[in-house]
């Protein structure tokens, strides 16, 4: 009998199943797809030698990561690379906002008025970087933090909504770059602790930058696997779990899935009915002639670059898809460019380039149109360089990747007291009625990101549970 069996090999899934190998206990992962990676990925979508990542391509959370950076992955060919701006958020005037690793090269990026509120802000916490997200990423409620007061203060910051936060900055530069640090998570600007979801994605940047993985997202998948198998653990591709039965005897089932997914295979019900998804997105991936044509200068440096004129035009376009139902008319988009520290992704002179906007859930309409006109704003030119393109909505995405429900990348709605309290409240999120089986994916704490996190947490849960089940275990 194995120790544990993990249902699903994203990040999460993988991460558990390390987590619980390194500890001495027989692991085995399930994957209903041909390959691993779950929601980092990298295919040729388009033509061939364009390498796309289908989901996660840009990864401020993961080269932060406390689980990850406990990992000798570099070893198993994962190699972050640093572009010259992690970020870039470009303005209709040619000019742009930018969230680099310096404290003061972003600060002066806002102007003069707000370059001052903005060190204030983020000064204080960097310092106790590593020891803050350690805390904001451990297992809720259950762990008493490592430093309590940095916590307190981060929370009085963090946990109001971000259009409070942005009181602070005095023009739109600043509060359409955080406006846009906030839409990752497709959270409403009012929300609370969307605060916190800005602040932890620009101190990401400070500390470590916003990465991409040589030769795709698939690097960090690929690294995870390699490692677990030099610990003695297996993994499964194209087996698909429709219920326990389906999985070898085990002493503990790790599900790296949605929670609706679980409560049908493990037969639990209606435990999750209240768990709620959230908005979907549209996504395209091109295949380009060349670099994004951008007319400011700092976005053409960039990894990621934000779309969207305004923080009012962002908050618009979050308001529509989020309260209203509908997709919005200038869509806000959030775009990735690896091309321009891995030129290994695409042909020569070629580059790969990713691009989505919001949309409701489960929404069947087409946005490409709205996505390049909205590109074309920032970026004259930019369908002149397209060779080829590659769609895909909230049914395609859930199709891909079955955790991506109504095309809700973040597993559940990232929004409200469930950004905080996933899948349900409980002061212990990943374990469930049953008391073999465990949830792992980015449904839990502390959600969605390709940082492995929730499976460390789980883990953890799991080997205290085999640890006094069999009294040996390290």
């Given amino acids: ?63 932060n990561s406390p689980a990850f950076r406990d990992m000798p992955l570099g070893r198993y060919g994962l190699e972050w690379l640093q572009p010259p701006l992690p970020m870039a958020h470009p303005f209709l005037d040619g000019t742009a906002a ?50 309590p007061v940095t916590l307190a203060r981060f929370g009085l910051v963090g946990l109001p909504p971000s259009t409070w936060l942005m009181r602070r900055f005095r023009d739109d530069r600043a509060r359409a770059l955080f406006s846009g ?10 929300g609370i602790v969307t605060g916190g979801v800005g602040m932890v994605f620009a101190l990401a940047a400070h500390a470590r930058g916003w990465p991409v993985a040589r030769g795709g997202s698939q690097s960090v998948s690929d690294a995870l696997t390699a490692y677990l198998k030099d610990l003695g653990g297996s993994v499964h591709t194209d087996y698909e779990v429709k219920r326990l039965d389906d999985l070898p005897p085990a002493r503990a089932y ?14 639990l019900g209606n435990v999750y009915e209240r768990f709620r998804y959230g908005a979907g997105v549209f996504k395209v991936d091109y295949a380009l002639d060349g670099p994004v044509p951008w007319t400011a200068e700092e976005a053409r440096s960039a990894g990621t670059v934000q779309v969207g004129a305004g923080s009012r035009e962002i908050g618009a376009a979050l308001r529509a898809v989020t309260r209203e139902g509908r ?11 690896p091309g321009v520290v891995d030129p290994s992704r695409a042909p020569a002179g070629k580059h790969v ?8 859930h489960g929404w069947r309409g087409d946005l490409t149109d709205s996505i390049e006109r909205q590109l074309e704003r920032f970026a ?11 769609t895909a909505g909230p049914p395609e995405l859930a199709e891909r990747n079955a955790n991506y429900v109504g095309g809700d990348i ?55 549970r085999l640890r006094a089940g069999r009294g040996s275990r390290p």
Avoid at 107 to 127: K, Q
Avoid at 181 to 190: K, N, Y
Avoid at 254 to 267: C, E, K, M, N, Q
Avoid at 353 to 360: D, L, N, Q, S, T
């Fill in 254 to 267: 790790v599900f790296d899935t949605s929670p609706t997914a679980l409560a049908r295979i493990a037969g």
């Fill in 410 to 464: 973040a597993c559940g709605a990232a929004n409200g007291l469930q950004l905080l309290l996933r899948p349900k409240p409980s002061l212990f999120p990943y374990a469930t009625r049953h008391p073999a089986v465990f949830l792992c994916s980015s449904a839990t704490p502390p959600g969605p990101g390709v940082h492995g996190m929730s499976g460390h947490n789980a883990a953890k849960a799991v080997w205290k």
């Fill in 327 to 337: 997709a919005p008319d200038a869509p806000f988009l959030i775009t990735v460019q």
């Fill in 181 to 190: 640090l906030v839409a990752h998570v497709m959270a409403p600007l009012d």
């Fill in 353 to 360: 380039f990713w691009a989505y906007g919001h949309v409701p």
């Fill in 98 to 147: 930018v969230l680099s690793r310096s404290v003061g090269e972003t600060a002066a990026s806002f102007g003069s008025r707000d370059a001052g509120a903005y060190r204030r802000l983020v000064e204080p916490f960097l310092p106790r970087w590593d020891v803050l997200l350690k805390d904001f990423m451990s297992l809720p409620m259950t762990a008493l933090p490592r430093d």
């Fill in 1 to 63: 009998m194995l120790d544990a069996v993990v249902v699903g090999a994203g990040p999460n899934g993988l991460t558990a199943a390390v987590e619980l190998a390194r500890r001495g206990f027989s692991v085995a992962v399930f994957e209903a797809k041909s390959t691993v990676g779950g929601g980092s990925r990298t295919e040729e979508l388009t033509l061939p030698g364009f390498r796309h990542d289908p989901c996660s391509a840009a990864h401020p959370l993961g080269v």
């Fill in 380 to 390: 004259p030119g930019f369908r002149d360089r397209v060779l080829a393109r590659a």
